[in-house]
T-cell receptor, first 111, second 116 residues
Framework: RKEVEQDPGPFNVPEGATVAFNCTYSNSASQSFFWYRQDCRKEPKLLMSVYSSGNEDGRFTAQLNRASQYISLLIRDSKLSDSATYLCVVSGDTGFQKLVFGTGTRLLVSP | EAGVTQFPSHSVIEKGQTVTLRCDPISGHDNLYWYRRVMGKEIKFLLHFVKESKQDESGMPNNRFLAERTGGTYSTLKVQPAELEDSGVYFC??????????????FGPGTRLTVT
């Protein structure tokens, strides 16, 4: 079983749509949680950290459920530029932040 | 501020040859990480340096891989001899700090290695 599980997609949505991604993680000792974005043939870039209280950054909202070991990302009012692969990432069972990645969920936003 | 840089961007070598990848972290970042993505799989951790010391090398696949960070600045990752299954994209990342909730990791553009 993978440490971080994500639906690979692709999710095809029209501009303006709301889309949600989920992931689950297996290591209950994980301490830090992130969503990274990766464009085709580019490096991963941090989109946002995820906190138990939930957090929002503009059109993006992330939620963490520690009891269920479940992380979500909601994107509202999708833009063409949101097309990318979204990587669910966990770390921190030792404090040294070795990142454990999911395989990513691909999002395609069309006009 | 310059980001993480990696060299070369692409490398094509034959099985059995040696390749050395280089990573220059963001200036002042003591923490340097190597990750790898092989075709169709997730990005996986290889190892972590704090300055010149190997903090965690649990992800290194075997003894054909040798990472160094002499002087605590740039790092090299040597694969000798390369095998077909070593093909993939090798990412380097750096962070200023570690610790829970700290130390965002900034990734370099990666080196795409193809072993034929």
């Amino acid at each position: 079983r993978k440490e971080v599980e994500q639906d690979p997609g692709p999710f095809n949505v029209p501009e303006g749509a709301t889309v949600a991604f989920n992931c689950t993680y297996s290591n209950s000792a994980s301490q830090s949680f992130f969503w990274y974005r990766q464009d085709c043939r580019k490096e991963p870039k941090l989109l946002m950290s995820v906190y138990s209280s939930g957090n929002e950054d503009g059109r993006f909202t992330a939620q963490l459920n520690r009891a269920s070991q479940y992380i979500s990302l909601l994107i509202r009012d999708s833009k063409l530029s949101d097309s990318a692969t979204y990587l669910c990432v966990v770390s921190g069972d030792t404090g040294f932040q070795k990142l454990v990645f999911g395989t990513g969920t691909r999002l395609l936003v069309s006009p | 501020e310059a980001g993480v840089t990696q060299f070369p961007s692409h490398s094509v070598i034959e099985k059995g040859q040696t390749v050395t990848l280089r990573c220059d972290p963001i200036s002042g970042h003591d923490n340097l990480y190597w990750y790898r993505r092989v075709m169709g799989k997730e990005i996986k951790f290889l190892l972590h340096f704090v300055k010149e010391s190997k903090q965690d090398e649990s992800g290194m696949p075997n003894n054909r891989f040798l990472a160094e960070r002499t002087g605590g600045t740039y790092s090299t990752l040597k694969v000798q001899p390369a095998e077909l299954e070593d093909s993939g994209v090798y990412f380097c990342a750096s962070s200023l700090r570690t610790g829970l909730g700290l130390g965002e990791q900034y990734f370099g553009p990666g080196t795409r290695l193809t072993v034929t």
